[in-house]
């Protein structure tokens, strides 16, 4: 199941890269996968979701 966050889609293997998610609410969310580098997370809700093989690399 996807849907949609501050406009960017959120589903597995997601290309979220350098997207702006601060204060998102990802309570549950299937982020497998995702490249998810660079993002910012400040703030997000992310109870319960499953970040399995997510890039959570830091840029700076």
Known sequence: MSSTVNGYQIEPGANLYNADLSGADLT?????????????????????????????????
Request: net charge negative; proline share 0%.
């Open 28 to 60: 549950n969310a299937d982020l497998t996968n995702s490249d998810l580098s660079g993002a910012n997370l400040s703030g997000a809700d992310l109870t319960n979701a499953d970040l399995d093989g997510a890039d959570l690399t830091v840029l700076t």
